[in-house]
Each structure stands twice: as C-alpha cells, then as structure tokens.
C-alpha cells in the first residue's frame, strides 16, 4: 500500500500560513500544521508525517491512534482519555491536547475531504505549492527526473557556448 | 435545508481569486477552492490566508443592520430606510443646490463596479466632479505616469505573461507578502529559469527569492531607475529596433541619465555599483522582462516620475506589446482596477473619459440628460483641506476608512468635525463612521452580486452567496434610491431606476469603451471573465496590451526624462533622525475592518511591530518586544519593536494597518496628488508600556463601539 504524506518543500514556503487558516476552518478552529519562522528569514510548515513505523500509534494504550486504508494516522476521540502519551513520544510534538475536551488532536490528512475524493485543505491552499501531498518513493522519483532533466538542459546549453578566449 | 456551492471572488485583495462558498440556507458555513475553473487568476484554486477565512468577517457581531443617524458624535439612533434615505437626498440636494463643489463623494475599490459607476453619476448629477476613492492614496501614480508613457493607466499584460517572463524586476513590492497568490507566478517563472531582482528597503519574503537584491533608502527609487537605465545605454543593451520604430524622447533620457553612473547611484541609493551594473545587464538582456510595484514605488512625491520612469526603462528594452513581457502595477484592493475605469475620480468619466473634453462632456450629457461640470473636482487629500476652510462641506462615504488609510490621520480627525454633513455607507463600524450624521448599512460583497476588476483588468462576475444581516441592502440599491429620492426618476439612462446590478453593468457597457463588451450575460456565463478592452460582444478580451501601437496621441511610447533627482520631501535631521516607512502584512488588510474580525487572522497577526536595525536598538536600547514611542512632525504612535536586520540602519518599518497614518506626511505628488505615506523623518524612543497605553487611548479605536440609544 502507497503510503500517502503531507511533504514540503520549505524552499518555496512564503510563510503565508494560509495553510494554518485552511487546516484551521477544516478542523473546527485547531490547526493541526504550523509554520515556524526559522533564522530570521526562511519559513517552514511542520505537519504530522504519518510514520511508516508511528511511535504514536506504538505507545496509545487505548488503541485510540489507528491507521486507515490510505495510511493516515487518525486518532478516534471516543477512545482517547488524554493521558498525552503520544504527544509525549512523538519526535516532532505533533498530537495536541484539545482544551476543551481534553482529548487528543491531530492531522488526518482532511479524512472527510480525501473520502470526496479531494486532497487535504493545506495542500489544496498553498498558493506557492510548497506543500505536495504523495507518496514517498513517487516524489523522490518525480525530483530525480526532474533533475536529470536539468543536466541534460544544461548540458545542452553548454554545447552552444562557443569556447572563445579559452 | 438548502446547501449550496456559490461562485464568488474573494473580497480582499486585487488577484481576484475564485472560491466557492458553501451555505446552508442561505448562511455561510464553509468554502471549497475552485480547482474546477479553467483559466482564473489563482490556477488550481489557491488562496491566501485571507481567502481561506472569507467566511468569518461575514459574521461578525457587530455588523450594521439598520441605518442610522447620529445624535451627538459617536451616539446613534435607528431609522427606517425611508426616513434615511430621505434625509440624505434632501441634505445633498439642498447643498447642490446652493453649490455642488460643497459635495464630496468617496467610491470604493472595496466594492463592486455597479455602486461605483452609481456613485460617480450621482455626484455628476449633481453638478460636481468632486468623487474620489482609495485609489489616490495607492495607485494614483501608476495611471498618470503609464497614461504619460503608454496612453492607458492600467497594467499592460496579465499573470500568464509574469509566468512566460524571462527576467521579473520587482521594486516597491513585497509580493509575497501583498499578493501570495500572484506571487505564485513569479515562482513558476523562477522554476522555469527566470530570473528575480527584488528592489526594496526591507529585506522581505520576496527578496529571499531574489537572484540581485538592492536595497535602497526609502524614496531614492528615482535614482536607482536612472541607474539602471544609465547602463543600459552605456553598454548598448537596449532594444534599438523598439526603441527606433515605437518610441519617442531616446535622446532627451540619454542626457537625462548621464549623471546617474553607477557611483554616483551607489551614494544616493545605498545599493552597490556593482550589483546596478550586474541588474541592469541581467534585466536588459533576458529578451522577456515584466517590472512589477505597488505603493513602495508609488506613495512619494514623485510617484509619478518613479512609474514613468520605470515604464521607460520596460519600453527600452522593448518589453512592452509582446507576451511574457509588460508592467505590472499590482493593486491592492479587490476592485482598484474597477473602481478607477468607472471614473470614481475627479477627471474623467467612465473609461478614463477626460471631463475636461468638451466632446466627452456632451455625450454624457445627453446620456445622463443633464448639464455637466468641466472642471476637475478634488482629490482626497485636497478635499479634506477644503473641508478645514470650509469650502466642502457634505461627504458621501462608500466602504471607505480615511481615519486609518489617510496620511495624516490626526489632521483628517479634524476636517471631519469639521463636516456639516457625513454620510457613511458600510458592513461594519468603523472609526470614520463616529462622525458620521447618517450610517447606511450595506450588504457585503459576498452577500451581494455584481462585477470586479482585477489587476490585471480582468472583469469578473460575483454571484451572491448568502442573505444580508438585518436590514442591509446591496450598495447599488442604497445609491439608486437616494438617486431616485433626490429626483433623478427617470427609466434609462437618465435616472436611477434599476432592478438589479445587471441592470447598471448594461448601462456601464453603452458608455464606458473599454467595456462594451463586457456584458452581464458574458460574464455570467465565463466564471474565468474577461480582459478589458473588449469592444464588442464577440470580441474575446485583450492579454497583452499594445501589440501594435500605444494608447498616446502618436501611437508612439513617450520615454521619459528625469534628470533630477529627488528624495522624499522630508529627510532626517537631527529632531528626526530616522526614515520612517510603511508596509503591510500579509493576513491584514487594508483598514483591518474585515480582517480584524477574523479569528483566524486576529489570532497570526494580533499587533503590529515596528522593524529596527540591531545597531540602531543598540543605540536606543531597545530590544524585541520593548515598547517605543515613534513620534513625527505629524503624530506620535506607541508600537512594540521587532530588532531586526531586515531593514536598512536608519530606517524603521511600521506596518499601517494599525493606524500608523497618525505619523505619515500628506505632501502631495503634483500630479497624481498621491500623500507621501512611504517616507518621512521620525524619532524613536523606548517608553513603558504605560506611557504606550495612554498614547494609544489618543488613537482612533480600530473597531468602535457604535452606540445606538434610544429615541
Ligand atoms: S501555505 Fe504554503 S507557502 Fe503558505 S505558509 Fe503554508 S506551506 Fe508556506
Ligand atoms: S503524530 Fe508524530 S509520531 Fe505520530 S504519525 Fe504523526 S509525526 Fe509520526
Ligand atoms: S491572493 Fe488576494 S484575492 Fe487571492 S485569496 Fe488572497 S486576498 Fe484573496
């Protein structure tokens, strides 16, 4: 099963958070993806990155973390009781305790809109499409051509340069 | 239960996306992007954060739900809509009647078309030209300098050619910031190969994307155009052909630059020799070059000058008529564009007609059927300086906010108590409607239908996606009933009785040129809409301006001379040692009236935070968070610091929506009357949050408490 992610590419992030605001409306006003001002001047979004092997999921003892037929980790908040273990064991932090009823949040990857066939809001948003919702091994092999591509432009091009004053 | 999926433009700003809002009986509960729509100005659907949270401003709690009129400044009573409107056309006929110049009207650039050609009829109608709108405080420069040097005020292609260019120079402009979604197009362009010069005196978002980086002092624009164009023709880089076959005046700025070396620019500008001289050769030979500013480059004293030149340096090097190439002014509200091709301006008539030409003067004449005014009325600015002598003494506010988007501000407080008369047409409370005698509540864009300009010239069609709050009515209802109340009862276009915003946009279309074409039908049924000039109903848009022949009485671009270069008007001295300028952020918006009642956004950008070079906070002793006090020969504005080195030593960036307008310097631009709110001299000093609280009680409150008492 192609196991399906939220990635980014921070070299194209404006730090527009319009991805905040979209996860945000979807999500019944908590953002589950945050975007981090990083030295002064380069922005980054960080999102939940759905493990292939989820300490998340690992440590629940209620089993309230599962994963669905995309591969999503979602967390079922009938089953939740708050104890932040996932939180805790998460290396990014990413579940958060919702105040309000004290359970735990965190991204589904818009499991309502992905059942309408529709990617998730975040992606969906980013005006700079620095946000890529794909599988792994595809988006490494999609940069991978990309840069061949490149060189051979590039290769191309130098074919052209005369070699004057050399 | 009724769910819906309406096709509406986003409110904000001047890419005009596309969204569609999702509501449940006429109530908006959430949006979905329009990925479905080919060729709209945001591909794929994309928003920004402001588009994203729409919905939220439309329920805010204090929306305006019934007119209203003042008992004493700020204390309001309710009326119907029959005594309001009654009340507003007697007052404005009676002063009409002594002396239409005592009239002033504002138009929006926050509304659609319709209200805003409306609004321009009604004060023609009644004997003045006397109509404005924001326009004059953003763009007013980019129409007089393009109209100068191409014939037309407007952007001369659109966002695909940003996207074919081979080279984007950027000044003025945090494009990232202002437009995120235009900004895409600069992005896809760089991924192509394209390469990126960023001129700005803030280290911005966009400037991280630049290949060459200049960053000047605020209001030396002049100097590092000249530059730029300086070694273009000193390395004979320029397009001879172009420059032979469509343009006139090549000499006159080859001796007008001839000053302007790269050494000489380095002085002025702050900008490195080396790095003009590498812009200049970067620029010049790329063969596909689009130039994109906004207020940056505008809002100074010559503003003009700054766009003309920079349409000289794009004509130069022949990237004028072509795809991939091209001006691109990018404006800041949702219907600039509109607002200024229906004429809310002082000197001219729908499609940019000058009221000054007899000719001109009679059509409408006979269109309207009534005797027309051939003198050019006033401006904002001037407008309020006749209101303090008296002169002007009624206002028609539409969507407007002077009290925070004037240079200023303190001296427009002023003029507005001044006022014998002040209507305020609006969604929401703002500061300026404390002085108002009548509050007209309108219905929202989203909550109304009607066409928009975008800034690419772009007409686009709103559907109306919920039901008003209240009693709230479309603004083009509220204008043709004090229109028709005033005695202007006539069917056709003579009158003001119409049954919709269809209705006006025909009406738009028999006498403004550029849209003839642009019907409603048209553009209800083309979601991606159209490109003005269309002349004709089978006619389908124009991309890319000026293919054959510019706009200007030859046909030929006029290049323009400037060989003298000026700062802003004022400069530190030892009072006010540092530059003061202004920039926004990107999930405000304009007077933060929408945008501050948006959880949302309130909750990502709650305050704002004066930028400071880290030597200068040494010098201060200030470090982030601090609270300092920025005082100018106009105002003084408590605000926390944010030491940083994205600005220049010396100068001090404060973004404006908070009503930093207190500080700014309304000295004008001669010709497009444009304040200088970009530059002026300022002092800084720490102060305690203390000191910070009682001078911000002296500010105009962002949102007002309007009170309504009874009887
Ligand atoms: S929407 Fe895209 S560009 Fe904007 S902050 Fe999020 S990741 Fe960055
Ligand atoms: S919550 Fe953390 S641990 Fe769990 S899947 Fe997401 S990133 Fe991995
Ligand atoms: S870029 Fe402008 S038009 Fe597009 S969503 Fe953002 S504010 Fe709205």
């Given at each position: 099963m192609a196991r399906k992610t939220v990635f980014i590419d921070f070299s194209k992030c404006i730090e527009c958070r319009a991805c905040e605001v979209a996860c945000e409306r979807e999500h019944s006003g908590m953002s589950f993806i945050s975007v981090f001002e990083w030295q002064e001047m380069a922005a980054m979004a960080l999102n939940c990155r759905h493990c292939e092997k989820a300490p998340c999921v690992e440590v629940c003892p209620t089993n309230a973390l599962y994963r669905d037929k995309d591969g999503a980790v979602l967390l079922a908040p009938q089953k939740c009781i708050g104890c932040l273990m996932c939180g805790i064991v998460c290396p990014f932090g990413i579940p958060e305790l919702d105040?309000?009823?004290?359970i735990m949040g965190k991204c589904d990857l818009c499991a309502h809109r992905r059942a309408e066939g529709k990617l998730p809001a975040c992606v969906e948003t980013c005006p700079t499409d620095a946000l890529i919702y794909g599988d792994f091994n595809e988006i490494v092999k999609k940069r991978r051509e990309k840069f061949t591509e490149k060189t051979i432009e590039l290769a191309k091009t130098a074919e052209r340069i005369p070699l004057t004053g050399v | 239960m009724s769910e819906r999926l309406v096709p509406v433009v986003c409110p904000y700003c001047g890419v005009g996306c596309r969204l569609y809002i999702r509501s449940v009986d006429g109530y908006p509960v959430g949006i979905e992007y329009a990925k479905d729509i080919p060729n709209i100005s945001n591909e794929l659907g994309k928003l920004c954060p402001k588009g994203n949270a729409v919905v939220e401003y439309l329920l805010a709690k204090d929306r305006l739900k019934r007119p209203l009129k003042a008992k004493e400044q700020g204390k309001f009573v309710e009326i119907s809509w029959s005594e309001a409107i009654k009340e507003v056309a007697e007052r404005l006929k009676a002063y009409a009647k002594d002396d239409p110049n005592q009239l002033m009207f504002f138009g929006s650039a926050r509304t659609f078309n319709e209200p805003n050609y409306l609004v321009q009829k009604l004060a023609r109608m009644l004997g003045t030209n006397n109509v404005d709108h924001c326009a004059r405080l953003c763009h007013a420069p980019t129409v007089t300098g393009l109209k100068a040097v191409f014939g037309a005020g407007a952007m001369t292609n659109t966002y695909k050619d940003i996207e074919e260019a081979n080279v984007i120079f950027i000044i003025g402009h945090n494009y990232a910031e202002t437009h995120p979604v235009g900004f895409r197009y600069v992005l896809k362009a760089k991924e192509r190969g394209a390469k990126v010069i960023v001129a700005d005196p803030r280290f911005t978002r966009t400037a991280w994307f630049a290949d060459i980086f200049l960053q000047h002092y605020p209001g030396s624009d002049i100097a590092l155009i000249n530059g730029l164009i300086h070694v273009i023709i000193k390395e004979r880089l320029y397009d001879e052909k172009f420059v032979r076959e469509r343009c006139v005046g090549f000499d006159e700025v080859v001796a007008a630059v001839e000053k302007f070396t790269p050494e000489f620019v380095e002085k002025v500008t702050g900008v490195p020799a080396e790095l003009i001289i590498e812009a200049a050769r970067t620029f010049a030979t790329a063969g596909k070059g689009v130039i994109t500013w906004a207020m940056g480059l505008t809002q100074h004293t010559h503003g003009t000058e700054n766009v003309k030149l920079l349409g000289t340096l794009a004509a130069i090097c022949g990237y004028q008529g072509k795809e991939g190439a091209g001006c691109s002014p990018m404006r800041g509200q949702n219907n600039v564009q509109g607002a200024c091709d229906m004429a809310a301006l002082p000197n001219v008539f729908p499609g940019y007609q000058a009221v000054t030409d007899p000719e001109k003067r009679k059509f409408f004449e006979e269109f309207w059927g009534v005797e027309l005014s051939g003198e050019v009325g006033l401006t904002t600015v001037e407008a309020a300086y006749a209101a303090d002598k008296g002169k002007v003494k009624a206002y028609y506010v539409m969507g407007e906010n002077p009290v925070i988007s004037e240079a200023n501000a303190n001296h427009v407080m002023h003029t507005l108590e001044k006022l014998e008369f002040m209507v305020v047409q609006d969604i929401v409370p703002t500061p300026t409607m404390e002085y108002a005698d009548i509050v007209l509540p309108a219905a929202a864009m989203l909550e109304n239908e009607g066409s928009l300009t975008n800034t690419e010239r772009r007409v686009q069609w709103s559907f109306q996606a919920v039901k008003p709050p209240g009693e709230a009515r479309p603004d083009w209802w509220i204008l043709s009933e004090v229109g028709k109340a005033i005695g202007f009862d006539k069917t056709g276009s003579g009158g003001f009785v119409y049954n919709d915003a269809a209705d006006v946009l025909r009406e738009i279309n028999a006498c403004t040129p550029q849209y003839r074409g642009i019907t409603p039908e048209r553009l209800k049924e083309n979601l991606a809409g159209l490109h003005w000039p269309c002349p004709s109903e089978d006619h389908p848009g124009t991309?890319?301006?000026?293919?054959?022949?510019?706009?200007?009485p030859s046909g030929k671009a006029n290049l323009a001379a400037v060989p003298e270069y000026k700062g802003p008007v004022e400069m530190p001295d030892e009072e006010y040692p540092f530059l003061l300028t202004t920039h926004r952020y990107v999930g405000m918006y304009h007077t933060a009236t929408m945008t501050m009642r948006s959880c949302a956004l309130k909750k990502r950008w709650p305050e704002p935070l004066a930028e400071i070079h880290p030597d200068d906070a040494v010098k201060l002793g200030i470090k982030s968070g601090d609270w300092v006090k920025v005082v100018t020969r106009r105002g003084a504005y408590p605000i926390k610091a944010k030491v940083t080195r994205a600005v220049k030593k010396g100068v001090i960036a404060v973004p404006w929506h908070w009503g930093a307008n207190v500080l700014t310097n309304d000295a004008l631009d001669p010709v497009a009357k444009i304040p200088e709110t970009k530059a002026c001299a300022c002092n800084v000093a720490k102060i305690t949050e203390e000191e910070a609280r009682k001078l911000m009680e002296k500010l105009p409150p962002l949102i007002p408490k309007i009170e309504v008492v009874r009887g």
């Open positions: 105040l309000i009823n004290k | 991309r890319v301006l000026y293919k054959e022949k510019f706009l200007t």
